[in-house]
């Protein structure tokens, strides 16, 4: 399958750049070729909504754990590289050793908890599994956002946030913001590579010295910020751009960007599958409470070994 | 040639500073010419440059006095629309005037403030792309490209708007030398075609006195001196004083008139070229 086709913008370097793999952009990599570019951004905006919403209506674990699995299949099939999950990591494992600490340690009082006695403590079925289940929602929401980020660049989601109709303003702060994330990042990475090459060694010192250290940070960090933000401003004002949007002669804004990318019928009909599945899953989950925790055939079936009513 | 900068009696002063940046300064910019600015450091340039697109004082609290016209009206009168549409301006940092995620974006936001329709912006990408080589770099991140480069994707997009007067702030400071050559090819084939004013403030006085049809030398907020190449260096002692040096040949030539080698009357060479013609006629008149 041609991974590249009309519906990508193609301007005059999309020949040179194809020989590299991936587009580096302010909060990653995207692959420079991947069938996701044969739909248009907003198609691929719905796919992220859908993938980061849907589990808030789905509490079967079993469920989100295969919207992981699709989500994952995406990357693959969209040549994302997967070898950036590995940042992922650390904040998959932490949030799983802090939720279930948390609930493990501090479970509340329920009368109709059914303890399990460990060797050294005791845990109680019903919070332990749903704080499972809650896990497993959120990692099924964090995975279709990386998709998203790992598929889609700054100016896709620009494109299709102006394809939704959002005034171009809005658009246009969002798209400033992402750019002030990424500078921020940048900035810090700067100052602390300023510090090391004066001899700073971070692992040296105590945690409460690197705390004071990040604190620290902020104030080199924030003037940089505000002086950015003063450029920026002035490098708008230079280039006769108006908070209403007007545009000389009082016309319409016309959006060049956006006109590179053409809706196909391949998108309609991605956009109303993916429309009627979040519609179904919400009106499943809100009127006939399907998709709930009781449903999870792993809860069963942990009740039926424990014998938990 | 009519005037389209038109300044007269300026002065002004930040509000967090206490002595004026510009002190009384009064001049005329001619329809596509070159005015090369030059001057010490703190001297002035970039305030008088930004009267001229108007962030002064649309964008800075302090107190104003005199006037800048452009095209005939105040800048204080105008709005930001308005005078994008006759001023460009060219920051000295690159990477400060990107507002975009991609290079093409970055062309194509300012010709959308302007109203372009999309025909026009297309053609207008096409020709900076081309006149600043930038065409392999549309699909790139602006922030993702060497320091040249962002200068040379700056300029494209200012030049893409089709300012008559285009106003470039130090715009080789941050590049390598290759890059700054690059930068100076595009000031030049802009010159040769004279359909934009070209004020550019420089550092590098050899190529920017080859360039200029006048110079202007600001020193402590003031107009010190604005005349064709030929005169502005025609005292480079004047010039030294106020922290600026004459481009070597011109420094060599006025040296030896110094000294009694060369006649007074001979114009100071500006460039090699220049200067090993007048040094050749010199010499060949000697051995005649």
């Known amino acids: 399958m041609a991974a590249i086709t009309p519906s990508e913008p193609v301007s005059t370097s999309t020949q040179e750049i194809h020989t590299k793999k991936m587009w580096k952009t302010l909060v990653g990599h995207v692959p420079i070729s991947s069938p996701f570019y044969q739909f248009h951004p907003v198609t691929r905006l719905y796919l992220f909504v859908f993938l980061g919403v849907v589990p808030l209506f789905i509490f079967v674990p079993e469920i989100n754990f295969l919207l992981v699995l699709v989500s994952m299949a995406l990357m693959l099939w969209g040549r994302a590289d997967l070898r950036g999950l590995r940042i992922y990591a650390p904040m998959v494992v932490t949030v799983a050793i802090f939720m279930f600490t948390v609930v493990i340690l501090a479970p509340g009082k329920d009368p109709t908890y059914t303890p399990l006695h460990m060797s050294l403590i005791t845990i109680y079925y019903q919070p332990v599994f749903f704080t499972f289940a809650a896990y497993w929602r959120l990692m099924a929401m964090l995975s279709g956002t990386i998709l998203y980020f790992s598929t889609n660049r700054e100016r896709d989601m620009l494109v299709a946030l102006r394809a939704v109709r959002l005034p171009f303003v809005a658009s246009y702060v969002i798209g400033l913001s992402i750019r002030a994330a990424g500078m921020f990042m940048e900035d810090f990475r700067t100052i602390r590579e300023a510090e090391q090459a004066r001899g700073l060694d971070t692992k040296a010192m105590r945690?409460?010295?690197?705390?004071?250290?990040?604190?620290?940070?902020?104030?080199?960090?924030?003037?940089?910020?505000?002086?950015?933000?003063?450029?920026?401003?002035?490098?708008?004002?230079?280039?006769?751009?108006?908070?209403?949007?007007?545009?000389?002669?009082?016309?319409?804004r016309r959006d060049y960007i956006r006109s590179l990318y053409a809706i196909r019928t391949r998108d309609v009909i991605a956009i109303v599958i993916l429309i009627s599945l979040f519609v179904g899953a919400g009106i499943s989950n809100l009127f006939f409470n399907v998709f709930v925790i009781t449903d999870s055939p792993l809860n069963i079936y942990l009740r039926g070994v424990l014998n938990i009513p | 040639m009519s005037e389209v900068v038109v300044i007269q009696d300026l002065e002004w002063k930040y509000s967090n500073t206490k002595e004026f940046a510009l002190r009384g300064v009064s001049l005329e910019i001619e329809e596509n010419s070159f005015v090369g600015v030059v001057g010490a450091n703190e001297q002035g340039k970039t305030t008088l440059i930004s009267c001229i697109n108007g962030l002064i004082p649309h964008s800075h609290h302090g107190v104003y006095r005199g006037s800048v016209q452009v095209f005939g009206k105040e800048v204080r009168e105008q709005d930001a629309l308005e005078l994008a549409t006759n001023v460009g301006m060219v920051f000295a940092d690159p990477e400060s005037q990107f507002t975009a995620m991609t290079v093409e974006e970055e062309l194509a936001f300012g010709m959308e403030n302007m109203g372009f329709d999309l025909s026009k912006i297309r053609e207008q990408l096409d020709w900076v792309s081309d006149i600043t080589m930038i065409g392999d770099l549309l699909d790139k991140s602006p922030y993702d490209i060497s320091g040249g480069q962002k200068q040379r994707v700056a300029i494209?997009?200012?030049?893409?708007?089709?300012?008559?007067?285009?106003?470039?702030?130090?715009?080789?400071?941050?590049?390598?030398?290759?890059?700054?050559?690059?930068?100076?090819?595009?000031?030049?084939?802009?010159k040769e075609a004279r359909e934009h004013t070209l004020i550019v403030v420089e550092h590098n006085i050899e190529q920017l006195a080859s360039l200029s049809d006048q110079m202007l030398l600001i020193h402590e907020g003031k107009v010190a001196r604005m005349a064709p190449p030929a005169e502005f260096f025609d005292d480079p002692a004047y010039l030294v004083e106020r922290g600026i040096v004459a481009p070597e040949v011109t420094e060599f030539a006025y040296r030896l008139r110094e000294l009694g080698q060369f006649s007074a009357d001979i114009h100071l060479p500006l460039d090699l070229d220049n200067g090993i013609e007048i040094t050749k006629s010199v010499l060949d008149r000697q051995h005649s």
């Open chain 1, 207 to 252: 945690i409460s010295d690197q705390v004071k250290l990040y604190v620290m940070y902020l104030v080199p960090l924030f003037s940089i910020a505000l002086r950015r933000a003063e450029e920026i401003s002035n490098a708008l004002f230079a280039r006769g751009y108006t908070v209403t949007g007007r545009v000389k002669g009082g016309g319409q």
């Open chain 2, 156 to 190: 494209a997009s200012v030049l893409a708007m089709n300012p008559p007067i285009i106003i470039m702030d130090e715009p080789t400071s941050m590049i390598d030398p290759l890059g700054k050559q690059f930068i100076f090819n595009i000031l030049r084939r802009l």
